[in-house]
């Protein structure tokens, strides 16, 4: 028999096993092409939405890439160590390492071929309905379906460069181990040495990081004290804390679980299969569960994260953008009348609904409390209350020593009112560099009022100071709204600051007509008004100073919603993408290893049924076994995401409405691992010898 009839015979008898080692390969080449296909996209690239999103895209294209090398990595020396048996034979029988490694070389070659070819097609069929899906979440009805050259590159490039790193591996597991060590690698390689000491420990650093990141986004004063300014250091510090504890913390949970069984002897000896199988496949049970958790974990979390996003944009977009159009006029930019702004619409065949004429004095916010003063940067104004109350059609009423603070993010106006105001008034520029210059050199409130010389002030004691909620004004930003604050004052107060300079939001809603046409006159109009044609060239809605007319676009309300929903449109697509990569990830390392570990488990099986046991106490045990790398990880990946999430859903009065649809999700994932445990159950048993 020649070296390549020993090789096409291998091929042959281990065609399953190779064809599952080629179904996992084509799935990571697939993944890698279809998301290749979205970041190299030169039609997406011209979308503003796209443009500002991008840095998010990168990103989640660097994670992918990342996980992608760690699953080819890891499926790749799980393949070859539940080879050992094959190999020690093979050597056993006269070939040396060198032929061992032509063979292994062949191999992978048409592993490498098959995987590409399946994986190119698989991709070029799936990203047809990958672009559907994410058109129809973007609202877009042109056709965006785009395949560059660097999309083929990436995937093969990365693909190949993972599969000679194991193949490297491969030539020194074959080349420096003996054939015995060989031989016995695919029986040993679930044995380990329990640690119960560095398990407990690791369990304790485990909740540790996920407490401190919990009390972290949460605002644990205590904790933030402690952190100062490196609060995203600290996060990374226990991500990583997390990640690494977890991998040991799952041995000391085994060692409980088996701890805990051997003291009541009655349960032990009914489950003594499955708790000997922890025991003898101690590495396999905690590499796997390790493996499937931290995948189902970012699944949830990646998912959960996108979905919020979307959800809370739908829900807030009212209270940041509550009217249809805003014209910010200040520092003699969008100079237009109330009149004009009418006759512009009328013109383009509309006609206008609610109008308000909002005035209001710019300003900076500085606060005392608690032995303390802080510049508190946050975009607001003064505003008397007449001008207010008839903005807003309300009563409110404020003394002259009293300050109402209305906030548009609903929920800001239940913290707690705990300080001292100072406001001061004078022009943007020179406030904010005020405000730079007191941030890099802070000092106390008495030496702070001192060096404001004539500049005008207001001081408002924390016991007159109120909070409420309105959603008074159009928000800018696109990735994110800008929360604004309205420092509401008595009108003889704010009278005594009219020699300041004053801005003017013209608010209106549209009864009727076109709102994009009558919104495109707007711009011309105004463009000729600031006597520049070159203004506002994108839909972007810049944050930024607000003395240049390029940061004071006007806000049509249509417009930032479809912005919104096509930048969180995107956000979501992706994270939801990543989500689904993990999840299904987590499915095909567990397919891949029941495949794999199909041989074993007959011959465990074969002997299991010689020394007496049934076939229902067989199938109970795999059973069992199967449960176990199922459904745990849902447990040990999942609770601890949910947690963080909700801690990350403090910051809105929605969070129970965001933690509701981050719940459906996660039951639907319990969902889909049953039914996958269900189709891969009876499949393990037909494999083990035993009847479904």
């Not at 953008?321 to 509309?350: C, L, Q, R, W, Y």
Request: hydrophobic share 50%.
């Amino acid at each position: 028999m020649t070296f390549t009839h020993i090789v096409s015979k291998n091929l042959r008898y281990n065609f399953k096993r190779f064809l599952s080692y080629l179904f996992v390969n084509s799935f990571v080449v697939a993944v890698l092409f279809m998301y290749g296909s979205l970041l190299f996209n030169e039609i997406l690239a011209k979308d503003i939405a796209m443009k500002l999103v991008s840095d998010y895209i990168e990103i989640a294209a660097y994670a992918i890439i990342l996980f992608s090398i760690a699953f080819v990595s890891y499926t790749g020396i799980y393949f070859v160590k539940s080879r050992g048996k094959e190999f020690g034979v093979y050597l056993t029988l006269g070939m040396t390492t060198r032929d061992l490694m032509r063979m292994v070389i062949f191999e992978s070659f048409v592993v490498v071929i098959g995987s590409a070819i399946c994986g190119i097609a698989a991709g070029l069929l799936v990203s047809k309905l990958f672009y559907l899906i994410l058109a129809k979440i973007l609202g877009l009805t042109a056709d965006i379906y785009f395949i560059s050259y660097k999309t083929y590159l990436l995937s093969l490039g990365v693909f190949l460069f993972v599969f000679l790193c194991n193949l490297l591996f491969t030539s020194t597991f074959i080349r420096k181990l003996s054939i015995i060590q060989i031989a016995k690698a695919s029986s040993t390689k679930g044995l380990a040495k329990s640690r119960p000491v560095i398990g407990g420990v690791a369990a304790v650093v485990f909740i540790a990081s996920l407490w401190s990141f919990h009390a972290t986004l949460t605002g644990n004063e205590w904790l933030n004290d402690l952190m100062g300014d490196d609060q995203s250091t600290w996060l990374l510090a226990d991500m990583m804390a997390m990640f690494v504890s977890l991998y040991f913390a799952i041995a000391s949970g085994i060692d409980a679980v088996r701890a805990i069984f051997a003291r009541f002897p009655a349960l032990y000896n009914r489950n003594i299969l499955i708790l000997s199988s922890l025991s003898h496949r101690f590495f396999t049970y905690k590499v796997s569960l390790y493996i499937v958790s931290l995948l189902i974990a970012l699944s949830l979390f990646f998912t959960g994260f996108g979905l919020s996003i979307y959800s809370y944009t739908k829900k807030t977009i009212d209270e940041y953008v509550p009217f249809d159009f805003m014209i910010e006029s200040t520092h003699g930019i969008n100079v237009i009348g109330k009149n004009e702004i009418k006759a512009i619409v009328e013109a383009n065949g509309g006609a206008v609904g609610t109008f308000s004429a909002f005035e209001y004095i710019r300003n900076e916010n500085y606060r005392a409390f608690s032995g303390q003063f802080v510049y508190f940067n946050k975009a607001s104004f003064i505003v008397s209350e007449t001008n207010f109350n008839k903005h807003m059609n309300m009563s409110v009423d404020v003394a002259p020593d009293e300050l109402l603070l209305v906030h548009n993010q609903k929920g800001e106006e239940q913290e707690k009112v705990d300080y001292d105001s100072l406001l001061t008034v004078e022009p943007w520029r020179a406030g904010n560099a005020r405000a730079e210059a007191f941030r890099q050199n802070p000092t106390n409130a008495d030496r702070f009022v001192k060096s404001l010389g004539d500049i005008a002030r207001l001081k408002y004691e924390q016991p007159k100071t109120r909070t409420m909620y309105a959603s008074f004004i159009d928000s800018y930003g696109n990735v994110e709204f800008e929360s604004v604050m309205a420092n509401v004052v008595d009108d003889s107060v704010y009278d005594s600051l009219r020699q300041e300079e004053h801005s003017t939001a013209y608010l209106f809603n549209l009864k009727s007509g076109d709102g994009s046409a009558i919104f495109a006159a707007l711009l011309d109009a105004l463009r000729d008004k600031n006597n520049d044609q070159s203004l506002w060239s994108t839909a972007q809605a810049q944050l930024g100073v607000k003395d240049q007319a390029e940061y004071l676009r006007p806000i049509y309300k249509a417009e930032r919603i479809d912005v919104m929903l096509r930048i969180n449109g995107f956000m979501f697509f992706s994270f939801a993408f990543m989500g689904l990569l993990f999840l299904m990830s987590s499915i095909v390392v567990l397919y891949y290893k029941i495949v794999t570990d199909v041989d074993e488990e007959k011959e465990k099986i074969s002997l299991l049924k010689k020394i007496g046991l049934t076939g229902a106490e067989c199938r109970s045990y795999l059973q069992a076994h199967l449960a176990i790398l199922f459904f745990t990880p849902l447990v040990i990946g999942g609770i601890p995401v949910l947690f963080l999430l909700h801690a990350s859903f403090g910051f809105t009065v929605y969070a129970g409405y965001l933690m509701a649809r981050v719940l459906m999700l996660y039951g639907l994932f319990a969902l889909m691992n049953t039914v996958f445990y269900l189709t891969l159950r009876k499949k393990f048993f037909r494999g083990a010898g035993l009847a479904a």
